[in-house]
């Protein structure tokens, strides 16, 4: 099975298979990878095999002391870096070969998850949107499965508020995902109809507090800026344009076409792949030059991953943004990322000085990632 620590070797086969990629991924990224060694004095085996041996399903651990120490004291390390945005993350080995949450695991976090929001209903404003949360000056927009508001506290002169219908945010289908979207994109066209100058809209979801959401009720918010925007999509937007001007080609095509060498692209028609720098856990890209609410496939593949997450790898808090093109604006694709945030229950914040001003230190392969959400079979 593929796996990031295998990376370079799999960079070294498209070299000789694949010359046109491998060039093409080069002009992207930078991979290198360090081996770090140490030692486990005597009097600390028993507990090393005890934080980081293998356990079974009842959580026996299988493995001997001195093969946990064996793995500990030399642990591989890879190094990825996107040479354009500056974006890199680190691949431990010991890290990445922890296994996944076991399926009784899962089911366990999963009743708590749910009893956790369940209990939150109490008293939630965002279940009565109407009769505790501010309104736009404009009005609000009505979904079928949500109703926008402005925030009460903006982040920016137009910031508003999809509160979905459902309390619990982790509970959505296809539809009613969709119509998030839909209604996201009908407040855009509302505010820029309201203020001609605000033209550059962002949609964003933080699910849960982990993701940095306030309240526990489902709700995305949706942002509109003017003159440029905002400062990450901005930066992407400066750095597709040198690409093009440098080597007269598409940057987020040629990011793409590297993943998809490497056998990290989302099947099907939908240009989606599990990210080589991930800014965290799990971190999905989907590139799409048709706008997601009215692209039918846009909106699956973002269903997709988001249900694969949730009710496969046991995510429960998590980030997605759609960064946008300006109204008027044909250069710029939509860009939608997806980032896990790590579990609730977990009180240790998943982003340190590392992810901060170092690089993204990440637990989760992307080949594990890409490997699920393509074998991911949603209602
Ligand atoms: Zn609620």
Redesign the pocket.
């Known amino acids: 099975m593929n796996s990031i620590l295998d990376l370079e070797e799999n960079i070294n086969k498209l070299k000789k298979e694949d010359g046109d990629s491998f060039r093409l991924f080069n002009s992207i990224f930078h991979v290198s990878s360090a081996s770090g060694e140490l030692k486990i004095p005597s009097s600390f085996g028993e507990k090393v095999r005890s934080y980081f041996g293998n356990k079974d399903e009842s959580g026996k651990i299988i493995e001997s002391k001195n093969e946990v120490i064996e793995r500990i004291q030399t642990q591989k390390i890879v190094k990825t870096y996107n040479k354009w945005t500056g974006e890199g993350s680190l691949f431990n080995s010991l890290r990445a070969i922890r296994p996944g949450m076991k399926p009784q695991e899962r089911s366990k976090e999963h009743e708590k998850v749910q009893e956790y929001i369940e209990k ?2 109490e008293n ?1 404003d ?2 009565q949107a109407e009769k505790y949360t501010p309104e736009d000056v404009f009005g609000r927009v009505q979904g079928k499965h949500c109703i926008t508001g402005a925030n009460i506290a903006k982040y920016d002169a137009w910031n508003s508020m999809v509160f979905f219908k459902k ?1 619990n945010p982790l509970d959505f289908t296809q539809e009613e995902l969709s119509d998030y979207i839909e209604t996201g994109f009908k407040w855009f066209k509302k505010a820029n109809n309201h203020d001609k100058q605000f033209v550059s809209p962002l949609f964003i979801w933080n699910c849960l507090q982990k993701a940095g959401a306030s309240q ?2 489902g709700h995305a918010q949706v942002l509109m800026t003017k003159s440029v925007h905002y400062a990450r999509t901005q930066f992407l937007s400066k750095n597709f344009r040198s690409y093009m001007q440098l080597n007269g080609r598409n940057y987020f095509k040629d990011l793409y076409n590297a993943h998809k060498a490497l056998g990290l692209a989302l099947d099907g028609d939908v240009n989606g792949f599990a990210s080589l720098t991930p800014l965290k856990e799990k971190e999905f890209i989907i590139i799409s030059r048709d706008n997601p609410s009215t692209s039918d496939d846009v909106k699956e593949a973002i269903y997709r991953v988001l249900r694969c997450y949730i009710d496969e790898l046991g995510v429960n808090s998590f980030n997605l943004v759609i960064s946008c093109p300006s109204f008027g604006e044909t250069f710029l694709p939509y860009i939608i990322r997806i980032v896990d945030r790590g579990s609730i229950f977990k009180p240790t914040a998943d982003i340190g000085a590392m992810e901060l001003y170092g690089s993204s230190v990440i637990s989760d392969d992307p080949y594990n990632v890409i490997k699920a959400v393509n074998e991911f079979k949603h209602g």
Request: hydrophobic share 25%; glycine share 0%.
């Open positions: 939150s209903k939630c965002f279940c309390h526990i009720h």
